[in-house]
T-cell receptor, first 117, second 112 residues
Framework: ETGVTQSPTHLIKTRGQQVTLRCSSQSGHNTVSWYQQALGQGPQFIFQ???????GRGNFPPRFSGLQFPNYSSELNVNALELDDSALYLCASSFPPGTGGAAGELFFGEGSRLTVL | DQQVKQNSPSLSVQEGRISILNCDYT??????FLWYKKYPAEGPTFLIS?????DKNEDGRFTVFLNKSAKHLSLHIVPSQPGDSAVYFCAASENSGYALNFGKGTSLLVTP
């Protein structure tokens, strides 16, 4: 069984640039969520994708956008990067709520650490 | 605003003793609560959960207690082992499996 994989693991960007982070879901999972974890904080929900559509979003501006592909892999795009976007970005896959596994059980990747200078 | 709070950034416990990690929440609409464990350079991993209709859930050495009136939950680890040393995150959701709200985490160190 393949776990959640994310790429790249580390990257450095400058303010104003754009970044794309990638995630491959765990085998059998068709729901993907993205979280932002700033230093010293817990993960914060960005959005969730199910069947290639966004079906929930946290308190993040529109410059944070995503995609889910037919193979359930996903991308997180951030435009016009700001210094405060520096964080660990975590992707998590899961079964749709109520369809399998423990409710709320997310399977996280190791994350992509983004530094904005 | 932080709806899930873990007020102890760190905890040190001797091997074999009980570890108690605490978590408070402010949103009365939360109906599902979870604990995740995170080792350095790894993503968080699910540990144990509890529904708001229960007040206790046990899984081996791990027990989660929920006090809805106090909006408080706790994770008990008995007996604690050095391999339990990690950061523990408390999380809650309004509808199971969707948009988890995490606390800032408590770093547990279990010493031999």
């Amino acid at each position: 069984e393949t776990g959640v994989t994310q790429s790249p693991t580390h990257l450095i960007k400058t303010r104003g640039q754009q970044v794309t982070l990638r995630c491959s879901s765990q085998s059998g999972h068709n729901t993907v969520s993205w979280y932002q974890q700033a230093l010293g904080q817990g993960p914060q929900f960005i959005f969730q994708y199910y069947r290639e559509e966004e079906n929930g979003r946290g308190n993040f501006p529109p410059r944070f956008s995503g995609l889910q592909f037919p193979n359930y892999s996903s991308e997180l795009n951030v435009n016009a990067l700001e210094l405060d976007d520096s964080a660990l970005y975590l992707c998590a896959s899961s079964f749709p709520p109520g369809t399998g596994g423990a409710a709320g059980e997310l399977f996280f990747g190791e994350g992509s650490r983004l530094t904005v200078l | 605003d932080q709806q899930v709070k873990q007020n102890s950034p760190s905890l040190s416990v001797q091997e074999g003793r009980i570890s108690i990690l605490n978590c408070d929440y402010t949103n009365s609409m939360f109906d599902y609560f979870l604990w995740y464990k995170k080792y350095p350079a790894e993503g968080p991993t699910f540990l144990i959960s509890i529904s708001s209709i229960k007040d206790k859930n046990e899984d081996g050495r791990f027990t989660v207690f929920l006090n809805k009136s106090a909006k408080h939950l706790s994770l008990h680890i008995v007996p604690s082992q050095p391999g339990d040393s990690a950061v523990y995150f408390c999380a809650a959701s309004e509808n199971s499996g969707y948009a988890l709200n995490f606390g800032k985490g408590t770093s547990l160190l279990v010493t031999p």
